[in-house]
Nanobody, 124 residues
Framework: QVQLVESGGGLVQAGGSLRLSCAAS????????MGWFRQAPGKEREFVVG????????YYEDSVKGRFTMTRDNAKNTVYLQMNSLKPEDTAVYYC?????????????????WGQGTQVTVSS
């Protein structure tokens, strides 16, 4: 089992930045594929970014490329999502996810472990 706890969400104006953190506990963190999903009101949950266990491979959803950066610190059992140039359409609950499969999945079903989510609101 892996437990994931997100933090860092909040309210920010368009064009601003936020950094989300996800602290993991439980089974060895360093061998897990990690990622972030988000869900806006009235919409389906969508993939944002996924990262391999080594951090060497990352896949970003097209709308966040060049604005969001995911990193991981295996020594601290933590992943981060740096979000810059935020837009109102980025408003959503952001979820940290993990899975022990080597492949980076882009569907919610690819991840066994989910955090409770953190709210990000971008005002125009």
């Amino acid at each position: 089992q892996v437990q994931l706890v997100e933090s860092g969400g909040g309210l920010v104006q368009a064009g601003g930045s936020l950094r989300l953190s996800c602290a993991a506990s439980g089974r060895p963190f360093s061998r897990y594929t990690m990622g972030w999903f988000r869900q806006a009101p009235g919409k389906e949950r969508e993939f944002v970014v996924g990262m391999s266990w080594s951090g060497g491979t990352r896949y970003y959803e097209d709308s966040v490329k060049g604005r969001f950066t995911m990193t991981r610190d295996n020594a601290k059992n933590t992943v981060y999502l740096q979000m810059n140039s935020l837009k109102p359409e980025d408003t959503a609950v952001y979820y940290c996810v993990a899975d022990d499969k080597l492949r980076i999945g882009v569907t919610s079903g690819a991840y066994d472990y989910w955090g409770q989510g953190t709210q990000v609101t971008v005002s125009s």
